[in-house]
């Protein structure tokens, strides 16, 4: 496995069909479970690592998000990775530069109004990779729902030449969705952030058993995490992140909560199978992720 630090120098490693998976760091199972699936699908792995400072709404949280790249050069090379490619800032944001990609309707709602500059941030290094890196197929994890969809508009509305694929969100055995802010939590709120998953099973159960309504969905939801401080629980539809009355087509029932300092996303992406709701649990782990162990 190479290491780079610019985009021609990666380019320069380049054979056959391009594979990339832009990440933040600080690797889990989650990461792990796309490079594994993106080794299937490309001859060249490009796994990215960028805290990027521009999707931040809070300096703290910035300041705060966990970072250590030797750990995360040795996950890449045992998962197949051939390019690490670990940018420094003026390689994505060269001095003076302005330009930034704007995100349509489907970034208003949720993530976009609790965290006003967020998808521009994220839709702006994304367009950046892409441009710079070209890979053929790009992987991202369901854990960032709208995140997906605000990308597949992007890559639909700029032409970018690349698949979109996503990957499976990981769960803890106890149902934590693994995410690299889960280092941050104390004993007492990890086990008080429970209540999210908690809750987005009981909807699936409900789901199962016929419930249709958003209304009641939402209230299952709200009423396991009522001990958090709830930024939303909105079930929306899947293409558009627009939200539904009932659940009548592809859809997300997701929840942002503040568990202490620490901010969690959660979501529960119901499929259609044979004309039915088929709730996404996620995948979960038979033991506790590396994060665990922190
Ligand atoms: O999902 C993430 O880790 C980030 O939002 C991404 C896609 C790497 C852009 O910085």
Not at 133 to 145: E, M, N, S, T, Y
Not at 196 to 221: K, N, P
Not at 236 to 263: C, F, K, N, S
Request: proline share 6%; net charge negative.
């Amino acid at each position: 496995m190479e290491v780079t630090h610019t985009f021609a120098a990666t380019r320069d490693l380049y054979e056959g069909r391009i594979g990339l998976l832009p990440t933040m760091g600080y690797f889990h199972e989650g990461h792990l479970s796309l490079m594994d699936l993106l080794r299937r699908e490309c001859d060249t792995m490009v796994v990215s690592n960028f805290v990027n400072p521009t999707q931040f709404d809070q300096s703290a949280d910035l300041d705060s998000y966990p970072r250590d790249i030797d750990r995360d050069s040795a996950l890449a090379e045992e998962h197949g990775v051939d390019i690490h490619f670990v940018p420094e800032v003026p390689e994505i944001y060269p001095p003076g530069s302005s330009t930034e990609v704007t995100v349509g309707k489907v970034a208003l709602g949720m993530e976009g109004k609790h965290r006003p500059s967020h998808f521009v941030g994220v839709a702006t290094v994304v367009a950046k990779l892409f441009a710079g890196l070209r890979p053929d197929i790009a992987v991202f994890g369901k854990k960032d729902a709208q995140q997906i969809a605000v990308l597949k508009g992007m890559v639909t509305d700029l032409r970018f030449p690349v698949e979109i694929v996503s990957g499976p969100l990981v769960r803890e055995p106890d149902g934590l969705a693994l995410s690299s802010r889960n280092v941050r939590l104390g004993a007492e709120e990890r086990e008080r952030a429970l209540a999210i998953s908690r809750g987005l099973f009981q909807a699936a159960m409900q789901i199962d058993a016929g419930e249709r309504d958003g209304d009641r969905l939402e209230a299952t939801v709200s009423r396991s995490i009522s001990r958090l401080d709830a930024d939303y629980v909105e079930l929306v539809a899947a293409e558009t992140m627009e939200p539904i009355a009932a659940l009548d087509r592809p859809a997300v029932l997701a929840v942002a909560a503040y568990v202490g300092e620490v901010r969690l996303i959660d979501n529960l992406s119901i499929e259609w199978v044979d004309g039915t709701p088929a709730p996404d649990r996620g995948l979960i782990l038979e033991e506790p992720s590396r994060l665990s162990a922190k």
